[in-house]
């Protein structure tokens, strides 16, 4: 990445060995906790499959709402993230507390309007979605017992950011996994035993994340000491005003996102059930890799706040070259797992054909997909969200909504909605490299 060539010294290899205990410190944890989310929705998945292709349909089209919604505000994460490492490696300890404290009262308010929202404009929104006849009446019961806990699921955002910009992805490991293996488990009593159906897997879910919002509000107490905990209208103002950017970059992603699912809504049940299926994977390994832009969003914002803009460009390449390698196991993984995995979603023969059909496509994205992860996570840590809106986003939204369209009016299937997948990861892909060959010296060290 450096066009001067440097000598390797033992200061210089002791440093890098530090750097590759840093990286596993951080990703794994990171990478874990990540995973435990969508795991538990493969659950839910796995447990709502067997009550039929049209409830499964339903989880599909509510799991694409929730995702946009909570997509909507990982601003919330990843805008925490980078400014209390930036205020920490400066030594701005109280201003980094007072930055957790206010994103908190911003997640509660956000929190209260998304549940209010849902609730009245839920009908409407999976009309949109394309839920009718068989589909719409559980959709709604799920979607209207999952809105209540928009409030605790944002809460835990700003509690992930916080401890992650701490450089501490342990605890939010420790909350995840105990909360919703308890969540698995009550999912199960309360769809079958208890017999709530699909409004069982939606109450598991809310416990999970209601726990999980507790637990951190708890752990933050303890870790920031006494303080001032009044909101701050003028504080919490400039956070939605620093998270503008990359607000609008997630948007514009979750929107492509979101039109893919509505496409496959119209082209029948047991492509909107495969598309769960494999969604629900690729959203898995996708955040098991987020690990790494966990791991580098931390890393490259302590280092630009220090600043050390060599020492971020090393951290930069070195998070590269791990991420590559991972995606390539896990895709080859994948690969590996095409007759056992979708018989385990669902009973039905024609879903499980259609899921495998798009197989090798969810396999090629892992690597690829792990260039764009690792390289967000360096820009996010180096606050260069603007380029973030208005190349990376832009390419997605550029190549996915068209080729989704296309996929439905042309009867490409879900290959073609994959495919368009595979080419919106690609885009973003060339433009995060592009940024890259020019980093940092495109980059000014980070501002407050």
Same mark, same amino acid.
């Given at each position: 990445?450096?066009?001067?060539? %440097?000598?390797?010294?033992?200061?210089?290899?002791?440093?890098?060995?530090?750097?590759?205990? %840093?990286?596993?410190?951080?990703?794994?944890?990171?990478?874990?906790?990540?995973?435990?989310?969508?795991?538990?929705?493969?659950? =839910?998945?796995?447990?709502?499959?067997?009550?039929?292709?049209?409830?499964?349909?339903?989880?599909?089209?509510?799991?694409?709402?929730?995702?946009?919604?909570?997509?909507?505000?990982?601003?919330?994460? $990843?805008?925490?993230?980078? +400014?209390?490492?930036?205020?920490?490696?400066?030594? +701005?300890? =109280?201003?980094?507390?007072?930055?957790?404290?206010?994103?908190?009262?911003?997640?509660?308010?956000?929190?209260?309007?998304?549940?209010?929202?849902?609730?009245?404009?839920?009908?409407?929104? *999976?009309?949109?979605?394309? &839920?009718?006849?068989?589909?719409? %009446?559980?959709?709604?019961?799920?979607?209207?017992?999952?809105?209540?806990?928009?409030?605790?699921?944002?809460?835990?955002?700003?509690?992930?950011? &916080?401890?992650?910009?701490?450089?501490?992805?342990?605890?939010?490991?420790?909350?995840?996994?105990?909360?919703?293996?308890?969540?698995?488990?009550?999912? #199960?009593?309360?769809?079958?035993?208890?017999?709530?159906?699909?409004?069982?897997?939606?109450?598991?879910?809310?416990?999970?994340?209601?726990?999980?919002?507790?637990?951190?509000?708890?752990?933050?107490?303890?870790?920031?000491?006494?303080?001032? /905990?009044?909101?701050?209208?003028?504080?919490?103002?400039?956070?939605? !005003?620093?998270?503008?950017?990359?607000?609008?970059?997630?948007?514009?992603?979750?929107?492509?996102?979101?039109?893919?699912?509505?496409? /496959?809504?119209?082209?029948?049940?047991?492509?909107?059930?495969?598309?769960?299926?494999?969604? +629900?994977?690729?959203?898995?390994?996708?955040?098991?890799?987020?690990?790494?832009?966990?791991?580098?969003?931390?890393?490259?914002?302590?280092?630009?706040? !220090?600043? %050390?803009?060599?020492?971020?460009?090393? +951290?930069?390449?070195?998070? *590269?070259?791990?991420?590559?390698?991972?995606? @390539?196991?896990?895709?080859?993984?994948?690969?590996?797992?095409?007759?056992?995995?979708?018989?385990?979603?669902?009973?039905?023969?024609?879903?499980?054909?259609?899921?495998?059909?798009?197989?090798?496509?969810?396999?090629?994205?892992?690597?690829?997909?792990? @260039?764009?992860?690792?390289?967000?996570? @360096?820009?996010?840590?180096?606050?260069?969200?603007? $380029?973030?809106?208005?190349?990376? &986003?832009?390419?997605?939204?550029?190549?996915?909504?068209?080729?989704?369209?296309?996929?439905?009016?042309?009867?490409?299937?879900?290959?073609?909605?994959?495919?368009?997948?595979?080419?919106?990861?690609?885009?973003?892909?060339?433009?995060?490299?592009?940024?890259?060959?020019? #980093?940092?010296?495109?980059?000014?060290?980070?501002?407050?």
């Amino acid at each position: 990445m450096a066009n001067v060539r %440097e000598m390797r010294t033992p200061d210089m290899g002791a440093s890098l060995s530090g750097q590759r205990r %840093e990286i596993i410190a951080l990703a794994l944890p990171a990478t874990l906790a990540l995973a435990a989310d969508p795991l538990l929705s493969l659950v =839910d998945t796995a447990l709502v499959g067997r009550l039929g292709p049209h409830t499964l349909a339903a989880l599909g089209i509510d799991a694409a709402v929730f995702a946009t919604v909570f997509w909507l505000c990982n601003f919330l994460t $990843y805008g925490t993230t980078s +400014e209390v490492a930036r205020l920490h490696a400066g030594g +701005e300890s =109280d201003a980094a507390g007072a930055r957790i404290i206010q994103a908190l009262w911003l997640a509660i308010a956000l929190g209260a309007l998304i549940t209010a929202v849902l609730l009245l404009a839920g009908p409407m929104i *999976l009309k949109a979605m394309g &839920a009718t006849g068989a589909v719409r %009446e559980p959709a709604l019961i799920y979607l209207r017992v999952r809105s209540v806990a928009a409030i605790p699921a944002l809460i835990a955002l700003v509690g992930h950011g &916080a401890f992650r910009g701490l450089k501490d992805t342990r605890t939010p490991l420790r909350i995840t996994l105990w909360l919703n293996g308890a969540a698995a488990l009550l999912s #199960w009593v309360l769809i079958y035993p208890v017999g709530w159906g699909i409004a069982g897997a939606a109450w598991g879910t809310v416990i999970a994340q209601l726990g999980a919002a507790v637990a951190f509000v708890v752990l933050l107490r303890r870790r920031l000491g006494p303080r001032a /905990t009044r909101p701050d209208l003028a504080a919490m103002r400039t956070i939605v !005003r620093v998270s503008r950017d990359l607000f609008l970059r997630t948007a514009s992603l979750v929107l492509a996102l979101l039109l893919t699912t509505a496409a /496959t809504v119209r082209m029948g049940v047991a492509t909107v059930g495969a598309h769960q299926i494999v969604r +629900e994977l690729w959203v898995l390994q996708t955040l098991a890799l987020d690990g790494f832009a966990v791991a580098a969003q931390a890393m490259i914002a302590t280092s630009l706040g !220090r600043g %050390e803009l060599s020492q971020a460009r090393r +951290e930069a390449g070195m998070l *590269l070259r791990w991420g590559i390698g991972t995606g @390539v196991v896990m895709g080859l993984v994948f690969l590996a797992l095409i007759n056992v995995l979708p018989g385990v979603f669902t009973a039905d023969q024609g879903v499980q054909a259609q899921a495998r059909s798009v197989w090798w496509l969810v396999a090629l994205l892992q690597p690829i997909g792990a @260039v764009v992860f690792v390289l967000d996570g @360096v820009f996010l840590g180096a606050h260069d969200y603007r $380029y973030l809106l208005r190349w990376t &986003a832009l390419a997605a939204l550029g190549v996915l909504v068209p080729v989704a369209w296309l996929s439905l009016r042309l009867d490409w299937g879900l290959q073609g909605v994959w495919w368009g997948m595979l080419g919106m990861i690609v885009a973003r892909m060339a433009a995060l490299l592009w940024r890259l060959r020019h #980093w940092p010296s495109t980059a000014a060290r980070v501002k407050a």
